[in-house]
């Protein structure tokens, strides 16, 4: 501690005597650094206000696999939560959303080399994810957690107990993949990756598999659908995970904008609104 001081103080004398050479060497008028600050409205009034983007574009990265938060309806559109959430965003924050289909697989490098302004993929927040994706994610939107799909008509699989007996499915390098591969709660020997969920699902009918391991609301979903056979969610969900938004480190305005958009749609109700207009549909 007697150490630091002297240090502190010698770092001191050292800023100011930069400092007072930097200002020594200016070739600026020396009134410049106080200058009035009435002198330069224009440049303050000019930038939207903090929170407001301008009106434009947002190129949003999405897996459209993935009912009811983001898939590809009849006519081709993007649609579902999270296109919908992003509106409702946009529409706060005064910008454009514009979803872009992508393969799950290479989703954050593909934002890391500048190919979206954003993720909104019902993305599970995880630092590894910060990281790969040179990005941060919002606040929570969306809390799940991961469940056991199985087909509705005896299946052996009646919970998490039951997984390690199972042939598992589920998305390649989803939360889906590390809960069932966990603890080696699931024998690699009896893990099947697939690259999309429907895919998984369609294994699961035919009866490849005995069950798929994803997140609560496109399982409740599936579990939904008439076709036969039928399918259901088998126990309660095992893990707790909430989805963000990921903005590359770049843009910190568009993060502050989204999270200040997200927190008033908290509060409003307007997301749960949102999440539960698409689950009974
Ligand atoms: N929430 C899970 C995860 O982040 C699954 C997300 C998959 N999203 C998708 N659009 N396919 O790993």
């Not at 390649?172 to 993949?177: A, I, L, P």
């Not at 099947?192 to 294994?203: N, S």
Request: aromatic content about 4%.
């Amino acid at each position: 501690m007697k150490r630091l001081i002297p240090g502190a103080l010698s770092a001191l004398i050292l800023a100011v005597a930069l400092g007072a050479c930097a200002s020594g060497s200016s070739d600026q008028p020396a009134g410049d650094a106080t200058a009035d600050p009435a002198a330069q409205p224009a440049a303050e009034t000019a930038a939207p206000a903090s929170g407001d983007l301008g009106g434009r574009e947002i190129v949003v990265g999405t897996d459209a696999t993935y009912e009811p938060f983001e898939f590809t309806d009849d006519a081709g559109k993007i649609v579902g939560v999270d296109p919908d959430i992003m509106t409702a965003i946009c529409q706060i924050a005064n910008c454009k959303p514009r979803f872009v289909a992508t393969a799950w697989d290479g989703i954050f490098a593909a934002l890391k080399s500048g190919e979206f302004d954003a993720l909104m993929s019902s993305i599970t927040i995880l630092p590894e994810r910060e990281t790969e994706s040179g990005a941060h994610f919002t606040v929570p939107y969306h809390s799940i957690g991961q469940v056991i799909l199985v087909r509705a008509d005896n299946s052996t699989v009646t919970g998490v107990a039951a997984l390690p007996q199972a042939v598992v499915g589920v998305q390649t390098g989803t939360t889906g993949d590390t809960a069932a591969t966990a603890k080696a709660l699931v024998p690699e020997d009896k893990m099947r990756r697939f690259e999309t969920v429907p895919l998984a699902i369609q294994a699961l009918r035919n009866g490849d598999i005995d069950a798929v391991v994803l997140d609560s609301v496109p399982a409740e979903k599936a579990a939904k659908d008439t076709a036969e056979p039928r399918l259901m969610v088998a126990g309660e969900p095992f893990t707790q995970e909430d989805y963000g938004i990921l903005v590359p480190d770049k843009s910190p305005e568009l993060l502050e904008a989204f999270n200040a958009a997200i927190a008033q749609m908290q509060d409003s109700g307007q997301l749960a609104t949102i999440v539960g207009k698409w689950l009974t549909e």
